[in-house]
């Protein structure tokens, strides 16, 4: 909110031209009174230039002490020609402020100042009844310069004010929405990295604790550990790429998977080992785009945890839905009996991140242990129109 009595600030040469017009105004309005005074009463010839030179003093506090500088200066007005330019300089720097209580008796007096001059004038002819309405054209020129100029004042002053809040908010916006992106892409990287890494944790620890196995079991059990490992690097590879600020540094971002992929998520989980079932009776086909990347999600961090805490249990994928009643999925694998030898970290991101997402999405996520002791991730995710 710009102030009424908003005043920019000015440079020498704002101050130079000023006082160079108050100079040519006292200048033209002593002029004649000057060379009577100095024939005639030359004592009034030094007071009147020692009120002028006053009156150019006091000028420099016309902003801090607009309303006593402007009195001063048209009351010295009274009996003093050469004061007209820091007078008349005070009245328009008082009008700036467009303040009537304080604009009208300092006119008042700027106008019973100027009477009492011209009738001190021994060569004027003018009547009262010509100079008061000249008089007072003049005052009422110089108060609608300076309420002219207060007004332009404030209204730059706004509008610098609101390019300023506009800028500043549109710096709060790129930050909101690159925090935004960054929690995607965390999101993102928790979701890919957390299935490759649990598939290679899975058969490091068959290698480990398991005496029994062939040559050839051992070899395709590090096939999978090594092709797995690729996949993850060049997995994290891309999405660290996003981070990059150069624009040639990270490759294009690649297809987002889709709800057609679920079926092809769940055929890896069994290549894997694990025992996996897909059911329910919607066209992953006839999902959206922006709808199937989040079942794909739900359905991959499901995984990552049933192979984290039960990998040898079935796991049932179940997802149903309609345009009407939206999508549906339920993930269920019963909890493991007994404890694991080397217990997975516990990092608590993935399933607050399916619930985040899930709530970005307009739908809702929980998960519960059933009456018959198995582990139940329910999500409901509303078809977008």
């Not at 105004?25 to 002593?30: G, K, L, Q, Y």
């Not at 249990?313 to 549906?328: E, F, R, Y």
């Amino acid at each position: 909110m710009i102030p009424v009595t908003y005043q920019p600030p000015l440079r020498w040469w704002n101050h130079l031209w000023r006082y160079a017009l108050a100079i040519a105004i006292s200048a033209v309005a002593w002029f004649e009174a000057a060379q009577w005074q100095w024939d005639h009463a030359r004592w009034w010839f030094w007071t009147d230039l020692a009120m002028g030179l006053v009156g150019f003093a006091i000028l420099p506090w016309r902003r801090r002490h607009p309303l006593a500088v402007a009195l001063a200066a048209n009351a010295l007005a009274l009996g003093s020609w050469s004061v007209g330019g820091p007078a008349t300089l005070a009245l328009v720097s008082l009008s700036t402020r467009r303040r009537l209580r304080e604009i009208l008796p300092v006119t008042a007096v700027a106008l019973v100042a100027g009477l009492v001059l011209e009738a001190t004038d021994r060569d004027a002819q003018q009547t009262y009844v010509v100079m008061i309405p000249l008089t007072l054209l003049v005052l009422a020129v110089t108060v609608g310069w300076g309420m002219f100029i207060g007004s332009r004042r404030e209204l730059i002053a706004t509008l610098r004010e609101r390019a300023r809040a506009a800028e500043d908010d549109q710096a709060s916006r790129v930050a909101r929405a690159r925090t935004a992106e960054r929690s995607r892409i965390a999101r993102e990287m928790h979701d890919v990295l957390a299935h490759r890494i649990s598939l290679v944790t899975m058969h490091a620890g068959a290698l480990a604790y398991r005496d029994d196995l062939s040559r050839d079991e051992v070899r395709a059990t590090a096939g999978i550990i090594q092709d797995n490992s690729h996949q993850a690097m060049v997995e994290l590879r891309e999405v660290l790429g996003i981070l990059r600020d150069g624009p040639g540094d990270s490759a294009p971002e690649r297809p987002q998977p889709s709800a057609t992929d679920v079926a092809g998520l769940v055929d890896e989980a069994r290549r894997s080992g694990m025992r996996v079932e897909l059911g329910g009776g919607i066209a992953l086909s006839d999902v959206p785009d922006a709808l199937g990347r989040t079942v794909y999600r739900i359905v991959q961090e499901a995984l990552t945890n049933a192979r984290k805490h039960a990998a040898d249990t079935l796991v049932s994928v179940i997802v149903t839905g309609s345009p009407d009643a939206g999508v549906t999925v339920e993930v269920r694998n019963p909890l493991r009996v007994g404890e694991q030898r080397s217990a997975p970290p516990r990092s608590g991101l993935g399933l607050e991140g399916l619930t985040e997402r899930a709530e970005l999405a307009g739908g809702r996520l929980g998960h519960r242990i059933s009456p018959d002791a198995e582990f139940v991730l329910e999500a409901w995710l509303p078809w977008p129109a």
